[in-house]
């Protein structure tokens, strides 16, 4: 079986030796992503981690569509959280992306994220 990696316009650069994503046996594995706005390059949001939320979930799509899937067909997501007291605010924003039938999903406390984000999400998909 063979791999590609995939690196995606419109979305932020990855800031470190990683791709957007990679596909192999049928699957997409895309990178996490923070709350950075693809444009500057700069975090967005603030303090407010629906903020985050929203613009990494944001972030994570536009991977997915690049490398040829869709948040319709992830399989699994982990959501990285600084503080687990957002726990709730990261869910209701994480609920208007997975509406139906939402996916898989493993939520973990961690000491820090890149560029002092609060939240970080990846994801696997059916290519």
């Avoid at 079986?1 to 990679?22: F, K, T």
């Avoid at 957002?86 to 209701?92: C, G, L, P």
Wanted: hydrophobic share 50%.
């Amino acid at each position: 079986m063979s791999r590609r990696a995939i690196r995606v316009d419109g979305a932020p650069p990855a800031i470190g030796p990683y791709s957007h994503a990679a596909i192999g046996a049928g699957l997409v594995f895309a990178s996490g992503q923070i709350a950075l706005d693809p444009a500057t390059n700069e975090m967005v949001g603030g303090d407010d981690v629906a903020a985050q939320a929203r613009r990494a979930l944001e972030n994570l799509r536009v991977v997915l569509d690049g490398a040829g899937s869709g948040l319709d067909r992830v399989l699994r997501t982990t959501v990285y959280l600084v503080d687990m007291a957002d726990f709730a605010a990261v869910n209701a924003v994480y609920a208007e992306f997975f509406p139906d039938e939402p996916p898989a999903r493993a939520c973990v406390a961690v000491r820090g994220l890149p560029k002092g984000a609060k939240v970080e999400l990846d994801a696997i998909a059916l290519a």
